[in-house]
């Protein structure tokens, strides 16, 4: 059984219309893809960005949004 080296957490997002919105990270997923050689801030990057890209694509916030 592997062990989940990078723990799970959250990050927090605003638009410019005030919605806000947290969007929690597995740190499995990142673990994943350095296991396959992806460098581990690329795949924090890409774990990220996907969450982003999803919660765009479902309304919940807008693309002009930024951590806080």
């Known amino acids: 059984?592997?062990?989940?080296m990078t723990p799970d957490y959250s990050v927090t997002l605003q638009?410019?219309?005030g919605r806000t919105?947290?969007?929690?990270?597995?740190g499995a997923c990142i673990d994943?893809?350095?296991a396959?050689?992806?460098a581990a801030w690329e795949a924090r990057e890409n774990v990220e960005g996907n969450a982003?890209?999803?919660a765009i694509a479902r309304?919940?916030?807008g693309e002009d949004a930024w951590l806080i």
């Open 1 to 4: 059984m592997t062990r989940n």
């Open 15 to 17: 638009d410019t219309q």
């Open 21 to 26: 919105i947290q969007l929690f990270i597995n």
């Open 32 to 34: 994943e893809a350095v």
């Open 36 to 38: 396959t050689g992806v």
């Open 52 to 54: 982003f890209a999803n």
């Open 59 to 61: 309304g919940e916030i």
